[in-house]
């Protein structure tokens, strides 16, 4: 089997920020490694402060790592060539206040496009991100979720080969956060890359391939989502015909009893079971939420049960 | 160019208010009388003719700045656009600026000034000069604020272009007001009158204009080395 083209790759990526005479160091990214493969979306969590955003600077060219490297597209970071194939949108996206459509075609005009293509490209991402009625509309006077779609919109009129959102659904409505998860989908599907940088870990759970998650500057795990979600160390096993006291634990519906066990007593369950008459009707490995997993390697558990008891 | 169209649309409104200047010259051309007050339109249209100078530094200083600071820079840059382009894009957006006031200016000049009695064709001469000077003087404060911030940007850009010219009065060696010729650019203007005959020197022209490109490619250098963005986690 061939190897995925990877086309974004950090390695060892190091950055400090300094105070003004060199005193004090913030290691906001720490030895950072990670490649993203072509194709895939690629989920990139982390807590507030965690890097995630200076990962995304650094690739985008922005600012230069302290030590080690990276490259976008098979090019180094802040090769602005590379770009022409990227889309991005910012956090917190800040736009020139102007209408919709002649904006999205500056930032066409910026990645090399002109002419009929340009035109037609902007109208069919402001089609895309559903604002082509707003298309003569200043974006000044827009909501936050309209911005974000402008945003979306510029990261996309090039038609990239890879897409990095940092937040891109953050002032969405729910809606057209449903409109971007739809989109992200139809563009893998297309043979995109999208790196998507979120705080909404449902989001991520149901679109990405692939996870990683940062917890001050370092990466703490990376993954294919499925397998994060996914726990060998808890079974549920769903049973019928069979006492409700059977097992401990257990909840009963439409006579069909449901409990969970650790893997290393399932096949004994199992036995148990069809000794006493019973129909094992399915054994599923327990899925936690990638919210359950992100608190756990970020060390936010007791603050999220702290916070869930108030 | 795109760009620096941009620039020069985003400063639309300091530009309609340098603009109103020009207008207020139009003003007292039409309200005085040329050939008593001619005299007195020379001075105003000098003084308004600097106004444009200290506004190019303005520009420069807070270009950059403006755009990190309301984050705009960042989808600017994740184009295919190179920082040196970016930058270049700037001081021509300056310089587009300066062209307009430069160019309303002398359209007013040669109508006020020239029906007193003033050379028209040496009024276009000193706008030249002024376009060389708002170019050079907004390349200084763009190369100052690719590291400084933009109030002490604009303090080492006056300091720049003021120290050689202190230097050459306080020392008297006039070679080194040349150094940065921002002053003898804006001093032809400001020493021009109805009564020596003028001649065009183009020496300081041309300086500035080597040296627009010069500190554009110093600014290039610096700029490659920033950091754009920081940190907003």
Partial sequence: MLAMRAVLEFENATKEYSSLFGRRHLRALDSFSLSVSAGEIFGFLGPNGAGKTTAIHLAMGFMRPTHGSGQLLGKPFGVPSAHRRVGFLPENVALYPRGAEELVRFYGALNGLSGQALRQRAGKVLNIVGLQDRSKGNVSKFSRGMLQGIGLAQALVNDPELLILDEPTSALDPASRVAVRELLLKMRAAGKTIFLSSHLLSEIELVCDRVAILHRGKLVRVGKTADLLETTERTEIVARGIALNAFSQTTAQDGVVRFVVSSGDQRAALERVWSLGGEVVSVTPERRSLEEIFLELTGNVKAAASGGQK | ?233
């Fill in chain 2, 1 to 233: 160019m795109l760009i620096a169209i941009n620039f020069v649309r985003e400063q639309r409104w300091p530009i309609l208010v340098l603009l109103l200047w020009v207008l207020l010259l139009a003003i007292l051309g039409l309200t005085t009388s040329e050939a008593r007050n001619g005299e007195d339109l020379l001075f105003v249209f000098k003084q308004v003719a600097l106004y444009v100078v200290a506004f190019s530094v303005f520009f420069g200083s807070s270009a950059i700045y403006n755009d990190r600071r309301s984050r705009r820079i960042l989808s600017v840059l994740s184009k295919d656009v190179k920082r040196s382009e970016y930058l270049s894009g700037l001081v021509l957006g300056i310089t587009i600026t300066s062209v307009i006031y430069s160019f309303a200016l002398g359209l007013t000049g040669s109508w006020t000034l020239g029906e007193a009695g003033f050379r028209v064709g040496h009024i276009w001469f000193l706008m030249l000069c002024l376009v060389a000077a708002c170019a050079l003087a907004g390349t200084v404060a763009l190369m100052f604020s690719t590291f400084l911030n933009p109030f002490i940007a604009a303090g080492a850009t006056a300091a720049a272009m003021g120290i050689p010219a202190a230097l050459s009065y306080g020392l008297g060696v006039s070679q080194l007001a040349y150094l940065i010729p921002v002053y003898p650019l804006a001093a032809t203007v400001l020493k021009s009158s109805f009564n020596v005959p003028e001649k065009a020197f183009w020496f300081p022209i041309l300086l500035a204009i080597a040296e627009t490109l010069a500190f554009l490619l110093l600014s290039a250098r610096i700029f490659s080395y920033v950091d754009i963005a920081v940190s907003v986690e």
